[in-house]
T-cell receptor, first 116, second 113 residues
């Protein structure tokens, strides 16, 4: 079955702009989570959506937001971009049933954002 | 809170050498433990997992044993290949909680021919 698909794969923005990234999870997965990966900080959790509701949120400023649609596809948005937002943004999906899932995440290849 | 500590990299080895990447954790409860691997230009993929103490996860020649007494989940491989060059992430997940894994910072492995 198809894996997690993220678009766009690469993008370049300038400071002050905003960006929207998209993630299509594996069919049947209802949980989508987002991570920011940088060389200095490693993998940092942004937020998780489950059935269109934000269920968990990491420690990022309000410039970072997201949403999930009824088909489980998710988008994240970063407004007023800063140089420090340059990173690989990874999306991961999971089935997430309490007794069915051991917590395995399926990751997309990521969207690499460069802020100039 | 929960945390995962991995050895800092890069780890540089020659082909066919023995590999150990250390991982220790702190958790309130009994977590499931995972190793993920990220090959260059790709996202993370699950390498192996263990869900209870003394379980051994294994895949592609890699192994890790869930050691509750030492709160560790070290990754090992007897003979590495150039194709194993990647970044390896240790992670834990507490069942019944938020279903958000806690990741270590990753360890880069470079294998030379």
């Amino acid at each position: 079955k198809a894996g997690v698909t993220q678009t766009p794969r690469y993008l370049i923005k300038t400071r002050g702009q905003q960006v929207t990234l998209s993630c299509s999870p594996i069919s049947g997965h209802r949980s989508v989570s987002w991570y920011q990966q940088t060389p200095g900080q490693g993998l940092q959790f942004l937020f998780e959506y489950f059935s269109e509701t934000q269920r968990n949120k990491g420690n990022f400023p309000g410039r970072f937001s997201g949403r999930q649609f009824s088909n489980s596809r998710s988008e994240m948005n970063v407004s007023t971009l800063e140089l420090g937002d340059s990173a690989l943004y990874l999306c991961a999906s999971s089935l997430v049933g309490y007794r069915l899932d051991t917590g395995e995440l399926f990751f997309g290849e990521g969207s690499r954002l460069t802020v100039l | 809170g929960n945390s995962v500590t991995q050895m800092e990299g890069p780890v540089t080895l020659s082909e066919e050498a023995f590999l150990t990447i250390n991982c220790t954790y702190t958790a309130t409860g009994y977590p499931s433990l995972f190793w993920y691997v990220q090959y260059p230009g790709e996202g993370l993929q699950l390498l192996l997992k263990a869900t209870k103490a003394d379980d051994k996860g294994s895949n592609k020649g890699f192994e890790a044993t869930y050691r509750k007494e030492t709160t560790s989940f070290h990754l090992e491989k007897g003979s590495v290949q150039v194709s194993d060059s990647a970044v390896y992430f240790c992670a834990l997940l507490l069942s019944g909680g938020s279903y958000i894994p806690t990741f270590g910072r990753g360890t880069s492995l470079i294998v030379h021919p």
